[in-house]
């Protein structure tokens, strides 16, 4: 077993531990329903999960999603209900102005060597803004489409379903995960994040990649801010707020490296997912109060981040050390679990 | 691997755990109130008072509290759905979207109560009732208390509530219509002192500075107890004396005014109960009963406080608060 995959084991870890002490605790914790309603309740920020784990990934940061849900979902808002422009076209327009948005941001992050944690910011209050200046009421979405595509389920035993949010949100993670792992665009991000001068040398067209992840990262966003709309059919220039710190929490849960080089893409979703699950927790409980939710959450990046450093300081280590034969893969030695055993 | 093989185990007990609590746990109601959150006294004690009616009937309670975020008051309203809970209490805090997971609740047939707040929908039958104050009635009690207590003869000054709220437009309607009758009681200036104690004591002042030092206003109608604290201060400040000479009557019944009674400084407030799980819990036990719905709107107690329980009423309710 890789060692690099350490966090995301311990990501698995901490999520089956859970869900297995929840399920101890509440009655119909163990049920269809209740991961069905992880996977509809989170579509939103697991889909822009997918997208930060590449900023992540690359070594930088994105601050204005939560912000572009919301702008989202009130020009969705507007353009379905005032303009009565067909539902179809107006998510192509957002989607389009999303990507853009976000192109725009990853230039300016390039071009002018400026960190993306200010470029975002700056994209953060601008978008929030604009949505404001639309609308600062709860705008409500009827249009009879977003009814039919909320009907559009997968029914699971147990009386529940699974969503077409859900759905889409399944489908985005599988595309990010082959994107990610198995194509040339994520190896150029995995080297971008973990050192931009020899990913440089090595011939990685620095611009287009980051352009590119920054692209993403807001295309994304915009078809999260479309999920959003559909969950809750109304636009809100309010919607989202936080959800950016949410998702960068959900991500460095997940084991993806804060400074950027390592993670991997399943892992964000378990990190949404765990947030998920201490908030169901709380739901079920009824008596604690929901602000434990970011208390836990807190501890768990703790927690996480105090691991990260100390692999990577063992890595430093073992990599500075003299040289021994083989890195583990081919020995059989070093699979030091126990073996299975015969009952 | 034996991780895999505990796993599997510990599954497998807390599936079984899990069917044998639930087949324990049958005759207790058990209710998940779906909180805003805990913006303002008022709504604080809302959830304190939710807790203690709870407790009176014998009804599990489960409170969650929002944060003032929709989607975290959708995420709740879908685990009380998975937990199979008797009925959610939802105060919402936008009015719209709401169709889809109150659709599951009704798929998963179960009841869904308003409180306090009212919801846009055009499927009415997505909730059971909306237990709300009827703000018109609360403005009438003022006007006729107000018309009774001056005999029908006074220059009333009113300070509103935020321009355009619906709750500020009710209470204006509902006065209006408490003091019609009598041509010698009217309102001769009114102003938004949006909802705030700064707001009104500013609007107060320049309401005393126009009207000769105040010698002319006979009461004070604010829409709620907030701005008539303001108000007050600011008639003190004026050199004269709140209560005495000039009258005072708003709404909300928040603890600060029955202090304000108790001292002589205020004359009346018309309560907005924090009470909205009572009356609800109430038509939840005789729909589970009988199966009779309840109506589509279930109005709370309207009810008007004086000076002479004011000291025994602020004790009652400043813990709640």
């Known amino acids: 077993m890789n060692q690099r995959f350490l966090p995301l084991i311990a990501t698995i870890i901490v999520f089956v531990v859970g869900y297995l002490f929840c399920a101890l605790q509440f009655n119909h914790f163990a049920t269809l329903r209740v991961v069905m309603n992880l996977l509809t309740d989170n579509a939103f920020i697991g889909i822009?999960?997918?997208?930060?784990?590449?900023?992540?990934?690359?070594?930088?940061?994105d601050l204005s999603v939560g912000s572009i849900i919301a702008f989202t979902t009130v020009v969705l808002a507007v353009l379905i209900g005032s303009w009565h422009v067909n539902p179809w076209v107006a998510f192509?327009?957002?989607?389009?102005?999303?990507?853009?948005?976000?192109?725009?941001?990853?230039?300016?992050?390039?071009?002018?060597?400026?960190?993306p944690f200010i470029v975002t910011l700056s994209g953060m209050f601008l978008v929030r803004g604009l949505a404001f200046v639309i609308s600062t009421e709860s705008i409500p979405i009827n249009h009879p489409l977003f009814a039919q595509l909320n009907d559009i389920v997968v029914v699971v035993?147990?009386?529940?379903?699974?969503?077409?949010?859900?759905?889409?949100?399944?489908?985005?993670?599988?595309?990010?995960?082959?994107?990610?792992?198995?194509?040339r665009?994520?190896?150029?991000?995995?080297?971008?994040?973990?050192?931009?001068?020899?990913?440089?040398?090595?011939?990685?067209?620095?611009?287009?990649?980051?352009?590119?992840?920054?692209?993403?990262?807001?295309?994304?966003?915009?078809?999260?801010?479309?999920?959003?709309?559909?969950?809750?059919?109304?636009?809100?220039?309010?919607?989202?707020?936080?959800?950016?710190?949410?998702?960068?929490?959900?991500?460095?849960?997940?084991?993806?490296?804060?400074?950027?080089?390592?993670?991997?893409?399943?892992?964000?979703?378990?990190?949404?997912?765990?947030?998920?699950?201490?908030?169901?927790?709380?739901?079920?409980?009824?008596?604690?109060?929901?602000?434990?939710?970011?208390?836990?959450?807190?501890?768990?990046?703790?927690?996480?981040?105090?691991?990260?450093?100390?692999?990577?300081?063992?890595?430093?280590?073992?990599?500075?050390?003299?040289?021994?034969?083989?890195?583990?893969?081919?020995?059989?030695?070093?699979?030091?679990?126990?073996?299975?055993?015969?009952? | 691997m034996h991780l895999k093989k505990l796993m599997t185990t510990a599954a497998l007990a807390a599936l079984a755990i899990g069917a044998a609590a639930a087949a324990q746990a049958a005759d207790k109601l058990t209710v998940g109130f779906v909180q805003i959150g805990a913006e303002s006294g008022w709504r604080a004690a809302e959830t304190k008072v939710s807790k203690q009616e709870a407790d009176k009937r014998g009804i599990d309670l489960k409170i969650s509290d929002a944060q003032q975020k929709q989607e975290n008051e959708i995420k709740a309203i879908r685990s009380f759905i998975a937990?199979?809970?008797?009925?959610?209490?939802?105060?919402?805090?936008?009015?719209?979207?709401?169709?889809?997971?109150?659709?599951?609740?009704?798929?998963?047939?179960?009841?869904?109560?308003?409180?306090?707040?009212?919801?846009?929908?055009?499927?009415?039958?997505?909730?059971?009732?909306?237990?709300?104050?009827?703000?018109?009635?609360?403005?009438?009690?003022?006007?006729?208390?107000?018309?009774?207590?001056?005999?029908?003869?006074?220059?009333?000054?009113?300070?509103?509530?935020?321009?355009?709220?619906s709750v500020a437009l009710d209470r204006q309607k509902g006065f209006v219509e408490g003091i019609a009758g009598h041509p010698d009681l009217k309102i001769i200036r009114t102003q938004s002192g949006d909802f705030t104690r700064a707001g009104g004591k500013q609007v107060m002042e320049s309401f005393l500075k126009a009207e000769n030092g105040g010698k002319n206003i006979c009461a004070v109608y604010a829409h709620n107890d907030d701005m008539e604290i303001g108000a007050i201060q600011a008639i003190?400040?004026?050199?004269?004396?709140?209560?005495?000479?000039?009258?005072?009557?708003?709404?909300?019944?928040?603890?600060?005014?029955?202090?304000?009674?108790?001292?002589?400084?205020?004359?009346?407030?018309?309560?907005?109960?924090?009470?909205?799980?009572?009356?609800?819990?109430?038509?939840?036990?005789?729909?589970?009963k009988s199966g009779t719905a309840p109506p589509k709107w279930v109005q709370t107690e309207t009810k008007l406080y004086l000076p002479d329980t004011a000291t025994a009423e602020y004790t009652r309710r400043k813990d709640l608060y």
């Open chain 2, 83 to 165: 937990q199979g809970v008797d009925a959610i209490f939802l105060a919402p805090v936008v009015a719209t979207g709401w169709d889809p997971v109150l659709k599951e609740a009704k798929d998963a047939k179960i009841p869904v109560f308003l409180l306090d707040r009212n919801i846009e929908t055009q499927d009415k039958s997505l909730y059971l009732t909306a237990v709300t104050s009827d703000a018109v009635l609360e403005g009438r009690t003022a006007g006729q208390w107000l018309a009774k207590q001056t005999n029908g003869k006074c220059n009333i000054v009113e300070l509103q509530g935020t321009v355009g709220a």
């Open chain 1, 157 to 183: 035993p147990g009386g529940s379903h699974l969503t077409l949010i859900a759905m889409v949100m399944l489908v985005v993670l599988g595309i990010g995960t082959v994107l990610a792992h198995l194509t």
């Open chain 1, 185 to 343: 665009f994520g190896t150029n991000v995995f080297a971008l994040g973990g050192n931009r001068v020899s990913a440089q040398l090595m011939g990685v067209p620095i611009a287009r990649t980051t352009i590119s992840i920054y692209a993403l990262s807001s295309l994304l966003a915009a078809l999260s801010g479309i999920v959003f709309s559909l969950y809750t059919a109304a636009g809100y220039a309010l919607a989202g707020t936080g959800v950016e710190l949410d998702t960068i929490a959900a991500v460095v849960i997940g084991g993806t490296l804060l400074s950027g080089g390592a993670g991997h893409m399943l892992g964000s979703f378990l990190g949404v997912m765990i947030e998920g699950l201490i908030q169901t927790y709380i739901s079920f409980d009824g008596t604690l109060s929901s602000w434990w939710t970011k208390i836990a959450i807190g501890v768990l990046l703790f927690m996480f981040i105090g691991l990260q450093r100390l692999l990577t300081v063992v890595w430093a280590a073992k990599a500075s050390a003299p040289s021994r034969p083989a890195s583990g893969k081919a020995a059989p030695a070093d699979a030091a679990g126990p073996r299975p055993q015969r009952a």
């Open chain 1, 92 to 115: 192509a327009m957002v989607l389009v102005l999303g990507g853009a948005f976000g192109a725009g941001m990853g230039a300016i992050i390039h071009f002018f060597q400026l960190p």
């Open chain 2, 236 to 288: 003190k400040e004026a050199g004269l004396k709140p209560g005495k000479d000039i009258l005072t009557i708003s709404i909300d019944g928040v603890p600060d005014i029955f202090k304000a009674m108790s001292e002589g400084e205020a004359n009346a407030s018309v309560e907005l109960t924090p009470n909205m799980a009572g009356p609800a819990f109430d038509a939840l036990i005789a729909y589970k």
């Open chain 1, 48 to 61: 822009i999960a997918v997208g930060m784990t590449f900023v992540i990934l690359s070594g930088g940061i």
